[in-house]
């Protein structure tokens, strides 16, 4: 039997030892559960004392990353004991004495780097197209007829992968994972019965660079493994990030995606006593799937992510990634930003139209004042940096024993270095994103022309190959601005003008006022 995993996921040593548990050479992995503040403390108690008799060296304990490392004793009897189970155990117990043992599981859209699973679900996603292709020529080959329930399946399913408010009803019924993966599918499947050629060669295109992402993810973070997790961590009180203020205003892509639902849903109900057509009252509803606009942000993301994975940068979420076409304001560790790096995290800023702040250890307030004032903010720190995790973008620096801050979503083991090519690519970002809602506009108003048109015989464009031959060029676009953010140079200095701010005083930056920039001091 094919070994899937061997030919999808990393060839690194790396394995499952049970539902929540994964071991990485002499490391053990365990998930662990949310943990509130009132109880961080008697369970962090209790895991020390129910582990002290088992054959562990060091523990270390990542509640905001949901996650405890265990470095295993040079023992022979490890093994004997089943070390891997009895740490499971041991965990278990300090939950239950804690009382936590009935909070969830945090859950992330694409899980833990060391999980196999999410590339599977993309390597099934890819096989999903490829047959849906294949699919689609035999049908057109052979002259069968569309079946009649095809589009509205197909339509139907692409409205739930794109509309921002179903789609997030549906990964809460199922979980996001499964969500994902079930929606891929089922659209490659349906638009194959539809005979729709683009759709699974725009699903292949972008899932195979999520696949890739995600390979290039899970080789980063095993090849820094050992150096990011030890003993003298420094952990957070609990699982639970300081909370924003404020919610996050909506990116391009979630405002367009949220006006062309509500023009669709106008249409739709307008269109079935013009027509009497409920099939044609669909097709205009299915043709304000903000598709392009989803999928070229998304499609940047990856590209982005997976050359940051090829460099080292360990992308822990990578959803966060899909954040910097918003981020505008950067939060800076003040015992970093300094020498060369700090010049070209300036340089960076500058080039990209970011305001730059420096702060110390106690600079939760100024983030959460910047939110207020409606920025979009990325933090940059190292372990012992509080303010890092109340950002909307965590950009954590591995110390000098190589360990990884709790609560990055981004760990750059070479310093400023690393979170200036990161931030290079805000503005290639924002560009993809207005440029693919721009391309989901002209999908959307060629996908209504589709749906009011008579029937001129079956050779007419069916209104989800008109949208998926827009969202097909958002991706190649995205990838273009993917490209030019890799190939950034942060040593170039852009020059200093009154319209691009390099470093902003705080006192600045606190005092906007209907998210609008401040001016600069």
């Known amino acids: 039997m094919i070994d899937v995993r061997r030919w999808v996921a990393s060839g690194r040593p790396h394995e499952r030892v049970g539902p929540r548990a994964h071991r990485v050479g002499d490391h053990v992995h365990i998930q662990l559960r949310r943990v509130w503040p009132d109880q961080a403390e008697p369970f962090v108690a209790a895991l020390h004392e129910e582990l002290a008799d088992l054959p562990v060296a060091w523990v270390d304990v990542r509640l905001l990353d949901g996650l405890l490392v265990v470095g295993l004793a040079d023992d022979d009897a490890a093994e004997v ?24 599981f945090p859950e992330h859209r694409h899980g833990a780097p060391v999980d196999d699973e999410p590339l599977l679900r993309a390597a099934a996603e890819v096989a999903a197209d490829v047959f849906a292709f294949g699919l689609s020529l035999t049908l057109r080959a052979v002259r069968a007829p569309r079946p009649p329930a095809g589009f509205d399946a197909e339509g139907l399913v692409g409205l739930v992968q794109n509309v921002p408010g179903l789609r997030r009803t549906f990964a809460r019924w199922v979980g996001r994972g499964t969500a994902e993966v079930s929606a891929g599918v089922a659209y490659a499947l349906a638009g194959g019965l539809a005979q729709n050629v683009v759709g699974p060669v725009l699903g292949f295109a972008y899932h195979n660079l999520r696949l890739g992402e995600l390979r290039a993810r899970q080789e980063a973070w095993l090849g820094a493994e050992p150096r990011l997790y030890g003993p003298g961590a420094i952990s957070a009180g609990s699982s639970e990030p300081i909370g924003r203020p404020l919610p996050r205003g909506p990116g391009p ?31 205009m509803l299915a043709s304000g799937a903000p598709k392009a606009a989803r999928i070229g942000r998304e499609a940047f993301g990856s590209h982005l992510s997976r050359d940051l994975g090829q460099r080292g940068i360990v992308v822990l979420r990578p959803g966060t990634v899909r954040l910097l076409d918003q981020v505008d304001v950067v939060v800076v560790e003040d015992r970093l930003f300094t020498g060369d790096d700090a010049i070209r995290l300036e340089r960076v800023a500058a080039a990209n139209g970011l305001d730059l702040a420096v702060v110390g250890v106690d600079g939760v307030a100024e983030v959460r004042r910047l939110q207020i004032a ?15 995790a109340a950002g909307d973008l965590p950009i954590g620096i591995a110390g000098r024993d190589g360990r990884a801050p709790d609560g990055s979503h981004v760990i750059c083991l070479d310093g400023l270095g690393d979170a200036a090519r990161i931030l290079a690519a805000c503005r290639p970002a924002r560009r993809a994103s207005q440029e693919s809602a721009h391309l989901s506009l002209a999908g959307a108003v060629g996908g209504a022309l589709v749906a009011m048109a008579p029937a001129v015989g079956t050779r007419l464009p069916r209104v989800m190959t008109v949208i998926d031959t827009a ?9 273009r601005h993917a490209r030019r953010a890799e190939n950034f140079d942060v040593d170039r200095d852009p020059g200093r003008t009154e319209e691009v701010p390099v470093l902003v005083p705080l006192s600045a930056l606190t005092r906007c006022e209907d998210g609008q920039e401040a001016a600069s001091a």
């Open 253 to 283: 892509a979630e405002r367009f995606a949220e006006l062309t639902w509500v023009a669709s849903l106008g249409s739709f109900v307008a269109t079935i006593p013009l027509t009497g057509s409920i099939e044609r009252a669909l097709s």
């Open 81 to 104: 004991l089943g070390v891997e189970e009895a740490v499971v155990q041991a965990v278990e117990a300090a939950e239950e004495r804690a009382g936590i043992e009935c909070n969830p």
């Open 471 to 479: 969202a097909l060029v958002a991706v190649g676009n995205a990838v």
């Open 374 to 388: 409606g920025r979009v903010v990325a933090t940059v720190g190292g372990p012992s940096f509080t303010p890092l």
